[in-house]
């Protein structure tokens, strides 16, 4: 089993609609969660970060972190064609396991305008 | 800043040839990460440096992977002898431990190798 398990999608929305995107972990010592964005060719970019549980907004988008359930979720609203791209959830631990990044499979988002 | 730098962009080789992989991180970032990206296995952490020191590298495939990092500002992944299945998108990371929790990775716009 993997640590971090993420569908792949593809997630295919109009444009408007609101996205949930989901991400499951086993490591019970992960406390920082992020959301990378991959545009196609390109690298990966840091779209949120969240510290421990709860939630985090930032213009159109949301982070929440549930730590009890070993889940976190990003979600989008009124999405937008620019949206379209791969996201990829990554977490770590901290202390011993330091600066390393574990991430998901990454779902494919296309919004459709 | 420029961010993170690398090159080449794109590789072709056949196999059996060696591979040689360039990273320049952002200057100041004391953490470089070399990361595997493929359809099958998605985005695979191969080896970590931290001032220039390898810290973890349980995730280098085989002895035919290697890196190096000479100085703060130089960084190379290197493939000898390389296999088709070695195809994929090389990423390259940098990041600053600032203590503030974070601890954001700059990727670079990565190399794309085939090999044939």
């Known amino acids: 089993q993997k640590e971090v398990e993420q569908d792949p999608g593809p997630l295919s929305v109009p444009e408007g609609a609101i996205v949930s995107l989901n991400c499951t972990y086993s490591?019970?010592?992960?406390?920082?969660f992020m959301w990378y964005r991959q545009y196609s060719r390109k690298g990966p970019e840091l779209l949120m970060y969240?510290?421990?549980?709860g939630n985090k907004e930032d213009g159109r988008f949301t982070a929440q972190v549930d730590k009890s359930s070993k889940y976190i979720s990003l979600f989008i609203r009124d999405s937008q064609p620019s949206d379209s791209a791969t996201y990829l959830c990554?977490?770590?631990?901290?202390?011993?396991?330091?600066?390393?990044?574990?991430f998901g499979a990454g779902t494919i988002l296309r919004v459709k305008s | 800043d420029a961010g993170v730098i690398q090159s080449p962009r794109h590789e072709v080789t056949e196999m059996g040839q060696e591979v040689t992989l360039r990273c320049k991180p952002i200057?100041?970032?004391?953490?470089l990460f070399w990361y595997r990206q493929t359809m099958m296995r998605g985005l695979e952490l191969l080896i970590y440096?931290?001032?220039?020191?390898?810290?973890?590298d349980s995730g280098m495939p085989e002895d035919r992977f290697s890196a190096k990092m000479p100085n703060a500002s130089f960084s190379t992944l290197k493939i000898q002898p390389s296999e088709p299945r070695d195809s994929a998108v090389y990423f390259c990371?940098?990041?600053?431990?600032?203590?503030?929790?974070?601890?954001?990775?700059?990727f670079g716009p990565g190399t794309r190798l085939t090999v044939t």
């Open positions: 990371a940098s990041s600053l431990s600032d203590g503030g929790g974070s601890y954001e990775q700059y």
């Open positions: 440096f931290n001032n220039n020191v390898p810290i973890d």
């Open positions: 990554a977490m770590r631990g901290a202390g011993e396991y330091g600066n390393k990044l574990v």
């Open positions: 200057s100041g970032h004391d953490y």
């Open positions: 969240t510290y421990s549980s």
């Open positions: 490591n019970s010592a992960f406390q920082y």
